[in-house]
């Protein structure tokens, strides 16, 4: 099975998203280059998956039919949703060497029949309207330029009455790294997040309805900084947005961002995660 590589939809989806401030093509290099370093690496994404599996509510009709993961990465959903009763998963992700470490993974499972593998990008789907019965999404919207535009294109896919499980970051993600970068330049050096009062707005102008909402921050904590920097360099979760400054400055700038990082009462140092759940219907 080839993974399938479409990467426009329809010249209406183009016209309606903004002038992108990252580029999309060095977000799905970095993922593709960690694909084989993401799962030992991914516990919060990992720990983020898990919740929302949770979350998704059970027993329903609509939990059966064709679902999408979008920004499926190595594919760590695809079984436990299919433990649920769908009966055909879409793995949908904007870097081809994730799907095609997933697609590697899941060769030989008992589920491959079940899976398909698609290269788009999440803003512009290549599914017909109304088609798909649920979409499951971990950790990628985040990386939207433009929720509002992203959201009404999930929808757009979706039929009537269906679930769209997200799980996402909010600001203040990274914040120990954020303000340790800070006393050094004013460079970004921390992607942006989107504010959760922002995204329930979108989901009330789209009409989708919050079926369950949560809110936590988890924390990772290494024992050192070359450990934490290789470690978001495993997951892909590298600096993309605009102004950013190439590389990471240098032996010098690195060890001023050590005297600035703090460390708990251990002496580790913590990277923190505002995670956000939300489980919407369509209307």
């Known amino acids: 099975m080839n993974v399938i590589n479409i990467e426009t939809h329809t010249t209406r989806a183009k016209e309606a998203q903004p002038k992108a401030k990252r580029d999309k093509k060095q977000v799905a290099r970095q993922f593709s280059r960690a694909a084989e370093s993401y799962d030992q690496a991914a516990t919060i994404q990992q720990q983020a998956i898990e919740r929302l599996l949770t979350f998704i509510p059970e027993g329903a009709e609509k939990n059966s039919g064709h679902w999408l993961d979008i920004g499926c990465g190595t594919g760590a959903a ?19 060497g994730m799907l095609q470490f997933a697609q590697q993974q899941k060769a030989d499972s008992d589920v491959i029949n079940q899976l398909e593998f698609v290269q788009a990008d999440a803003d512009e789907l290549p599914f017909h309207d109304g088609s798909k019965n649920g979409i499951f999404s971990s950790l990628m ?13 999930w929808r757009r896919v979706l039929k009537p009455d269906s679930t ?4 996402t970051l ?3 993600t ?8 800070h006393e050094i330049d004013e460079r970004p050096h921390v992607n942006q997040f989107v504010e959760k009062q922002r995204l329930l707005d979108i989901c009330e102008q789209l009409d989708l309805e919050v079926i369950s909402q ?6 990772e904590r290494y024992d050192s900084l070359t450990e934490l920097l290789r470690s978001l360099k495993a997951i892909g979760a590298t600096n993309v947005n605009s102004g950013r400054k190439s590389g990471l400055g240098g032996r010098a700038a690195l060890k001023q961002l050590d005297q600035f990082y703090p460390r708990d009462n ?14 919407l219907r369509k209307n």
């Not at 695809?78 to 081809?96: C, M, N, Q, S």
């Not at 919207?141 to 294109?153: A, G, K, M």
């Not at 990274?174 to 970068?181: K, V």
């Not at 251990?266 to 489980?279: A, E, I, T």
């Open 214 to 219: 949560h809110q936590e921050c988890l924390t």
């Open 170 to 172: 909010l600001p203040g």
């Open 266 to 279: 251990h002496g580790k140092l913590p990277v923190s995660y505002q995670v956000f759940w939300l489980v």
């Open 78 to 96: 695809f079984e436990p949703l299919l433990d649920k009763g769908i009966r055909h998963l879409t793995g949908v992700d904007l870097a081809e």
């Open 141 to 153: 919207l985040q990386w939207s330029e433009n929720p509002l535009h992203t959201l009404n294109e």
């Open 174 to 181: 990274q914040q120990e790294l954020s303000d340790a970068w």
């Open 164 to 167: 769209l499980a997200i799980a």
